[in-house]
């Protein structure tokens, strides 16, 4: 594994102004993309965005949150500037992990934190269980860390995904994307997550587009749109959960996830981890806002999670012979 970094820029958020790194690791299909900020040796954190997002989910966030930790924010692949998956690949769970375990490999990190928005806060709560010796820290933002489903539904699921697949294949097959100009690309943005606002959806948009003849592509690989057919039931979850060394905050959003798990077994799945956190004396609040709200208002999440990392994450003597310096 090979890891850069490709010139730097500066990203302004009120009265802060910090430069910030571009990183690629090369992976056997392409390259992982993402942004570094922070000191060379501050106390690593690894930033997973969520679905369709890219790694600029976190620059609204970042400016607030301690300025003694390492934050790396990745576009996970099929995502942002980042390689899309080869042809015939399905993008799964289990697949981001393994993701994860390739960066923080080429970064040499042997222990760190994790702070994940929903799609990305269940890549990192399945990192943490099969990985727990290496993190220390885990911050969930609208995120349950994992999301059961009723093994009833599972083989409806399992063909839905693959004939997804399929139809996908034939459908794309010596098809481009579709060309938008820069307006009209934001109002299709705000138009399917109508949980951004206009300013964040511009700041997706600078990692979330492609310049073409013509006009602008979305970045993404429309395959993370097929059904994803990697499932765990709640006992699943549970079993994986429990494996978590980690400390644990879970950051839920009034208007976000809280208001879509309402029904039936959903919000009794998604209750039942909520009060398994709450056993291992992990830390679980609600804020006012969306399911974007770390993008769209930083200032109300950013103190829970700078708190959470001042007194959670491996302190800077504790464990330092485990900690080693990115060599990027």
């Known amino acids: 594994m090979i890891q850069a970094l490709k010139g730097v820029r500066h990203v302004t958020s009120g009265a802060a102004k910090q430069a910030v790194?571009?990183?690629c690791i090369a992976v056997p299909w392409g390259e992982i993309r993402g942004t570094v900020w922070g000191p060379d040796h501050g106390r690593p954190v690894l930033c997973l965005h969520g679905w369709a997002d890219n790694c600029g989910t976190f620059n609204a966030l970042l400016p607030f949150l301690p300025k003694d930790f390492r934050y790396v924010a990745v576009d996970l692949p099929g995502h942002g500037c980042s390689s899309h998956r080869p042809p015939g690949v399905l993008y799964a769970f289990p697949s981001y992990v393994l993701d994860v375990r390739r960066v923080v490999d080429a970064l040499q990190w042997s222990r760190f934190s994790?702070?994940?928005?929903?799609?990305?806060?269940?890549?990192?709560g399945m990192f943490s269980a099969l990985y727990p010796?290496?993190?220390?820290?885990?911050?969930?933002?609208?995120?349950?860390g994992f999301i059961p489903?009723?093994?009833?539904?599972m083989p409806g699921i399992l063909r839905q995904g693959m004939d997804e697949m399929i139809q996908f294949e034939k459908k794309m097959e010596g098809m481009k994307g579709r060309v938008y100009t820069y307006e009209k690309a934001v109002e299709r943005l705000l138009a399917a997550n109508p949980s951004l606002g206009e300013a964040s959806a511009k700041i997706l948009l600078e990692r979330g587009?492609?310049?073409v003849d013509g006009g602008v592509t979305f970045s993404r690989d429309f395959r993370i749109n097929l059904k994803n057919i990697s499932r765990l039931s709640l006992e699943q979850s549970l079993e994986l959960q429990s494996k978590i060394e980690a400390s644990v905050l879970v950051v839920l959003a009034e208007g976000g996830f809280e208001?879509?798990?309402?029904?039936?077994?959903?919000k009794k799945f998604t209750s039942t981890l909520l009060q398994a956190y709450r056993d291992r004396n992990n830390t679980v609040v609600k804020v006012p806002g969306d399911h974007h709200v770390h993008l769209n208002n930083p200032e109300v999440v950013a103190p829970l999670v700078s708190e959470f990392l001042q007194n959670k994450a491996l302190s800077p003597s504790a464990g330092s012979a485990d900690v080693t310096s990115p060599k990027l």
């Open 21 to 23: 790194s571009e990183l």
């Open 209 to 211: 587009l492609v310049q």
């Open 259 to 266: 208001k879509i798990f309402t029904d039936g077994d959903k």
């Open 149 to 153: 489903t009723d093994p009833k539904e």
């Open 133 to 144: 010796e290496m993190v220390d820290a885990v911050v969930l933002l609208d995120s349950y």
């Open 114 to 124: 994790i702070i994940g928005h929903s799609m990305g806060g269940n890549i990192a």
